[in-house]
């Protein structure tokens, strides 16, 4: 009897740690131009190349190539720069006072500020994202309030909404952004339901899901991903790989063999696999899923491939799991760079406007946040009122609860 060898186990390890340069050469990478656009009524399954190669629009000189170079006239291009350029610096000072003690937490969004800008901008007014809690682009596309974001942040008087959400947790129906959940994963089958009811009213409005690499291992991305292939709904699935969940290498998710994009595809789902730094690739893909979902042809799951270039949320550290550089190292560059090459190629932009615009953007970002303390932060001890805890849960208050708030003279 022939004796077997030993069984062994595969744990996926990163290809970079602290103190080694990462080998980013399991990114798959295409050159710019190089992937063919399929007009939106493809078949989900004549979708697999698409799903493993990687859409991108600008080249390393700041030029539009290929097929899926976007017809974006120049005033909306300088406005999604402005926009990322507004939110990298509202992330950065809502970081300071983060350490100022002023706010429990923050996550910012650098690096993948291209995402919810393009996004957004490809969307129509009454869609709606279901987003994660590094989406806030979304909300600057919009031209959300800076006082009001930053209230929800301080949990303070102002506080849209009464300190119920965890900072950066928002929620503003208005400008199509659900209530955050801070339950990994749920918020996508909640934009397939979403999108299910839309299409039984017979409207015409669309939604957006949001999801990370890591929570992609959780049970509920398989079950939407049925749920909208078996009834096509008109939803996009955004998986926003940026490599890491926490200190989670995006390979201990499935990422390692395959791309997320392919698991769309082995679901009946049209999938793609975006350049995520890109905007101008950002923008087209979500107009094309888009086109896709309002012309009842169904779903579309879009990977966006990005960096996280910052800590998971304030409480982290990642030069304990990654080499401190990477960022520095990603063959997929900085978005913001990026677009404010071909902007002046373009003669749209110039060193001088893009310092002034810096200026005048961490003055109106300053100005939001010295109005928004003035309603209280964590620091100063000023908090709202004990009567908010039985405000907006019953309709009609029952009587335990009005005798206790009674006993509390609120």
Avoid at 5 to 19: A, C, F, I, S, Y
Avoid at 41 to 59: G, H, I, K, M, P
Avoid at 65 to 74: L, N, V
Wanted: proline share 5%.
């Amino acid at each position: 009897m022939n004796q077997s060898k030993p069984l062994t186990l595969h744990v996926p390890e990163p290809t970079g740690r602290p103190g080694c340069k990462t080998d980013f050469s399991y990114l798959y990478l295409s050159a710019a131009g190089a992937v063919q656009r399929p007009p939106v009524d493809v078949l989900a399954a004549d979708t697999a190349e698409l799903a493993s190669t990687l859409v991108r629009v600008l080249d390393d000189d700041g030029n539009a190539c290929g097929p899926w170079a976007p017809d974006i006239d120049s005033d909306m291009l300088r406005f999604g720069l402005r926009t990322m350029m507004k939110t990298r610096i509202f992330d950065a000072r809502m970081v300071i006072a983060q350490r100022q003690k002023k706010m429990s937490f923050y996550m910012t969004s650098l690096g993948e500020e291209a995402i919810g800008t393009a996004h957004a901008l490809a969307l129509q007014d009454g869609d709606m994202n279901f987003p994660t809690y590094r989406q806030q682009s979304l909300l600057m596309a919009r031209d959300f309030s800076l006082v009001e974001m930053i209230c929800q942040l301080l949990s303070n008087e102002r506080d849209p909404l009464k300190g119920r959400q965890l900072p950066v947790m928002y929620s503003v129906r208005e400008k199509g952004f659900f209530t955050i959940s801070g339950n990994l994963a749920t918020q996508f089958v909640q934009a397939v339901g979403w999108a299910m009811a839309s299409a039984i009213k017979g409207d015409t409005k669309i939604a957006s899901g949001w999801i990370g690499d890591g929570a992609t291992a959780e049970s509920d991305f398989n079950t939407a991903l049925t749920f909208a292939h078996v009834y096509r709904a008109p939803v996009i699935l955004n998986v926003v790989n940026n490599q890491w969940a926490i200190s989670t290498f995006q390979a201990l998710a499935g990422g390692e063999s395959v791309t997320f994009a392919a698991r769309g595809v082995g679901s009946g789902i049209a999938s793609l696999r975006v350049d995520g730094n890109d905007f101008l690739a950002v923008y087209a893909a979500s107009k094309w899923a888009a086109e896709r979902a309002r012309s009842n042809l169904g779903p579309t799951l879009i990977e966006w491939v990005t960096y996280r270039a910052g800590p998971h949320s304030t409480s982290d550290d990642p030069s304990k799991y990654r080499p401190a550089d990477d960022w520095a190292h990603f063959p997929l560059g900085d978005p913001i760079a990026r677009l404010r090459l071909h902007l002046s190629k373009r003669g749209l932009w110039s060193d001088a406007e893009h310092a002034a615009t810096q200026a005048e953007l961490e003055a109106q970002i300053v100005a939001a946040q010295k109005e928004a303390e003035q309603f209280g932060t964590l620091a100063n001890g000023r908090v709202p009122s004990a009567a908010s805890m039985f405000e907006d849960v019953y309709k009609d208050m029952p009587e335990h609860l009005r005798r206790q708030r009674q006993q509390l003279g609120v």
